[in-house]
C-alpha cells in the first residue's frame, strides 16, 4: 500500500529532527566511565525530564548504559553522547529502579537491541505504575521530548547479585531488598572501584522515599561495606567520595526516623508528622518542600507499626 504524501513528509520530518539530536553532556567521571548531569527540578518542558544522574561504561568488547533519562529525547541525547565516543555495540541498558526519570529513555536505545536490565521486582512495578507515569508525564513534557516514550520491560532479571562483562571490564549487579523503592538495583564498576547506586543515593536533592524508610537505612549499611572509592548518586554531583558521600543522606533519614518514632510515642497524629518531622534538616536539601511531606507521610505509616 503506498503511503500517502502528507505521511511521507511527516516520516521524513521526524527521522531529521531524530537524527539532528544534540548530544548530552557527559562528564568522565573515571576512565570509559560518563555521567550526564541531572538538573535538581522537577521534570518538566524546560529540562525534558533530564533531572536524573544516568551515563554509560565502555569496555573493550561493548557498553552498558546505566540509566536511560526521563523520556525518549533524554534517551536519545545519551545515546549521540555515546556514539561520539565510541562505535562499539550498545548491548545493557541497565535499569536502576522504576521512577520515570531513570527509565523513560529506554526505547531510544531499542535500535541497538540490547538486553534490559533489572531488579526482579521491576517488571511489577512498571507494570503495576508504568500507565500512571505515561499519562503524568506525557502532560510534564513537551510533544517532541515524550514522543517515542514507552514501557520497555527488563528482559534480564537480577536476584541476588549477577555479573555482566563488557570485555575486561566486569560490571557486579546487586538487587537490594525495598529501599528507596522495591527494586533498587547497583552497578560496581571493578576496574575503576565506581559505585553506581541510582537513587540508593541523593545529594543535594532531598532523598525521596518510596520504599521503606528502615529499609533504606539496613541498605546503606550494606552499600558502605562495597569496595567503591568513587559513587554516581542518582541525584547530586556526578562523582563523590565513597563512603562519605552516605554521611548527609543518612543524617537525614536517621533524624526523619527519629522524629516519626517521638512523635508517634507522644500519640501524635500522621497530621503532626508531616508538619513537624525532619524540619531541622530543611536548609540542608534542594527541593525539601517538594518531598519531605511525602516522606513523613510514608514514614509515619512504616514506623507506626514496628
Sequence with gaps: MRLPL????LLLQTSLVRAEVVPAEVTEVAPGAFVRHGVHALIDKDNAGGIANIGFIIGKESIAVIDSGGSFLDGARLRAAIKLRSDLPIRYVINSHVHPDHIFGNAAFLQDNPSFIGHRNL???????GAHYLEANKLLLDAEAFEGTEIILPSQLVEGQSIIDLGERRLILDAHKTAHTDADLTVLDETTSTLWTGDLLFQKHLPVVD????GWLEVMKKLEALPATRVVAGHGPVSLPWPEA???QRAYLTKLAADLRRLITEGKTMRNASDEAG??????????EEFNTRNATAGFAELEWE
Design 123 to 129: 517488571p511489577r512495578a512498571m507494570q503495576a505504575r
Design 246 to 248: 552516605l554521611a548527609p
Design 6 to 9: 502528507i505521511a511521507i513528509l
Design 279 to 288: 524540619q531541622s534538616e530543611k536548609d540542608k536539601w534542594l527541593l525539601f
Design 211 to 214: 520504599g521503606r524508610l528502615k
